[in-house]
């Protein structure tokens, strides 16, 4: 870990890195090391960075003091000064996709330009692994993002129309004489999440453990000294999908490649928005630093020139530096200034308005109107008799006053595209008895949240009324389940409007899988909402809150 003396230099003045040798041959560049000679590389990461380049709030429209790619950049120039020659720059993945600017990045703007790749050229990346949302915007804007950066974008895992490499599995750079081999490999679970943006491109993520397994023998071969791997991949917790029945490897194996892949020094790992400032599995280190560039993790490689005039490593060590309060790094700043003015134009234009004042705090304890809106207009746009969507940012609010691109953004901060499939009463059942999960089992009937659930795996239903009461156990919970004024029979068919992300399972909703398809226009939900409120005008909450679900409250008996 740094040490006082140690973070004193990490604070010193940006300095420039030697460039990047990147050795695609494979062949050696030298005939070996100079006995006894020890070098101490450091690996700087960053991952789940998610379009936040600026340190800005787009939301808020103010600035973010907290996080940013820009305001990360200033840390890595500091580490880079204080360990010239000597630190290697990687991400891994999720970078394409989340913001405001990406959203209008990929979806508004007509400049071909993208202003996350240009600021992370500015500062000199080394390599990054591609995550699950590269793929939310289509292979095709992928691709691009991989052809304009200066840097190999890495999957082990990714093949393409029967080639076994879409991309590149690794890179090896050099620093102070050290062959550095970078591995990179992303999560399988695209396969069902981005399905159908995956399958026009005739693409498959396969198990990430043999994949980098293979890629890891293939560097070492090509020369590398020692081994990092850069994985959009969680830890060890349990897949958001049934693997079983889907076929799909588990997507957070990180602990799996360290621990049963010999050879490996340290594993970077990204996708669960979990920072670990590092531990060790066996005899490989593992690091994640915080999402969104809040945080970077630095990676501390000893290397020592073996007589035999090799390198060995001894045991790797991190920590992560946080990047609240840094200034930002005037390179990422100028990359994106464009990027960045036009986004705030973009958000703050005001489409619509309400006289009322619409609140997502209460929205998984009570029927709202704010996400009573988002169901009301998915149920319309695919004519589906009953819909479902998640509250995502119980912070959202909407109004008294205008509406704002910005503050639908926030509402629904995802990419999801509006699907509706053919389900059971049982599945529907199963879906409410599932999502209830998000509340623990309490014999007062309170509502204490399960901290291992999600917020956006709670999904409410509109179009249906039920009462959950969460003094019984998950699958006994709906005591009131009826469709216009029915009750709902096990044999009853459905047609539900949900998310892309939902209809394939996503969250674990593996009761869904299967469940015919009969609408998917590929409409974005967000752009639906937008749309919904230029066509209107002006909004009233009580236009959308049905007043359809509840908790059973103590002492009732239904």
Partial sequence: MFGPACRGLLLCSAAALLAPVALLSGRPLRTGCQPAVQVTLRVAATTDVHGHIRGWDYYANRADAQRGLGRAATIVDSVRGANRGRVILVDAGDMLQGTPLAYVAARISTTGHNPIV???NSMRYDAAAIGNHEFNYGVAYLDSAVAHARFPMLAANVSRAG??????SFTIVERAGVRVGIVGATTPGSNLWDSSN?????MHIGDIVPAVRAAVAEARK???DVIVVVLHSGLDEPSSYDTVSTGVASENVAARVAAEIPGIAAVVYGH???ENPGRMIGNTLVIQPRNWATSVAVVTLPMTCSAGRTWTSAAATGAVIQSNDHPEDARVVAAVRHAHRATVRFVNSAIGSTPDAWRADSARAVSTGITGFILDVERRAANADIASTAAFDLHSRLGPGRITVAQLAQ????DNTLRAIRISGAQLKQYIEFSSRYYRTEASRSLVVDTSVAGYNFDVVSGVNYAIDVSRPVGERVTVLTYRGKPVAATDSFTLALSNYRQTGGGGYSMLRGAPVIYDRQQDIRQLLIDEVRRKHALHESDYNEHN????KPGTTH
């Avoid at 995956?198 to 005739?202: D, G, R, V, Y």
């Avoid at 679900?549 to 059973?552: A, E, K």
């Fill in 118 to 120: 240009a600021a992370m």
């Fill in 272 to 274: 669960s928005h979990r």
């Fill in 198 to 202: 995956l399958a026009k491109a005739k």
């Fill in 549 to 552: 679900w509840s908790f059973v």
């Fill in 163 to 168: 080639q076994p490499h879409a991309y590149r």
């Fill in 411 to 414: 509402l629904y901060p995802y």
């Fill in 222 to 224: 090509a020369g590398a």
